[in-house]
């Protein structure tokens, strides 16, 4: 049986991280390791993860920021599978690593990838955005088009081999890292049809103009480094393209 190790990283998360943890707590798979990365909160975001025994590793410190905290997570796994689920993210039902772990024992795969459903942070059970993965090639990142990072699982040991989030990225640490793994190192992967993870709506990367310059110069300079070649009008065009991830009817 795979072993999962479920990375979490928070910081004054103490409105939404109980939904993360209970998530993780109800999996019906038996080998799992969740490990929260605190960023010294001052919320009481601490109290709430010690309140669920079912966190095995909890650490509360200051951090170089995002993608330095996942990465010290990364360092403390020891399940053979590691996936990141954030603190304001949940697992949509108790099956969802029992699932990923199953294609990773019977199926000679280095990485599975699955669909997102955002919700509304009003209603947990009101989809407002289907982000699928469903089609998506490595070609695909020349757009800026990548997997959903939370329904990204992949064997711990390339972590080793091809290191972790680049944390000279402030927002795109996640894409280049994909880009690195399956376009650069062509990691053969495995696509589950179905909500891996269920995110609230928002999100820094699209929190104001500023930011989203900021995340096209650095698809664009992810792109370079991992040698895909692209442009900045290229990847400009996939905010219309993103419309249909609003469209009901063509959520699923």
Not at 42 to 54: E, L, N, R, W
Not at 120 to 144: E, F, M, Q
Not at 173 to 188: I, K, P, T
Not at 236 to 245: A, D, L, N, Q, V
Request: aromatic share 10%.
């Amino acid at each position: 049986m795979t072993a999962v190790s479920i990375i979490t990283v928070c910081r004054n998360s103490a409105d939404v991280i109980a939904s993360c943890l209970e998530s993780v707590a109800l999996q019906t798979h038996s080998e799992i390791e969740h490990i929260v990365i605190d960023g010294d909160s001052t919320d009481g975001t601490c109290k709430i993860i010690d309140s669920f025994p079912h966190v095995v590793k909890r650490v509360s410190e200051p951090d170089c920021g995002l993608y330095d905290a996942m990465n010290k997570g990364i360092a403390m796994a020891t399940g053979e599978v590691v996936g990141i689920l954030n603190s304001d993210d949940f697992y949509p039902n108790a099956d969802v690593i029992a699932t990923v772990a199953q294609e990773f024992d019977v199926a000679e795969v280095d990485a599975t990838i699955g669909d997102v459903a955002f919700v509304s942070p009003n209603n947990l059970k009101r989809i407002t955005r289907y982000y699928s993965a469903h089609g998506w090639h490595v070609g695909k990142l020349r757009d800026g088009f990548m997997p959903p990072h939370p329904a990204f699982f992949v064997r711990r040991s390339y972590y080793q081999q091809l290191g972790g989030y680049r944390t000279d990225y402030q927002i795109s640490g996640d894409f280049e890292l994909l880009a690195r793994f399956l376009y650069g190192s062509r990691l053969r992967y495995r696509y589950l049809h179905q909500p891996l993870v269920y995110m609230r709506s928002g999100g820094a990367s699209n929190a104001s103009v500023e930011r989203r310059l900021i995340l096209n110069r650095e698809l664009l300079r992810a792109c370079g480094e991992n040698g895909i070649q692209t442009s900045s009008l290229r990847l400009s065009m996939r905010y219309w393209r993103k419309i249909w991830e609003f469209v009901p009817w063509l959520q699923r």
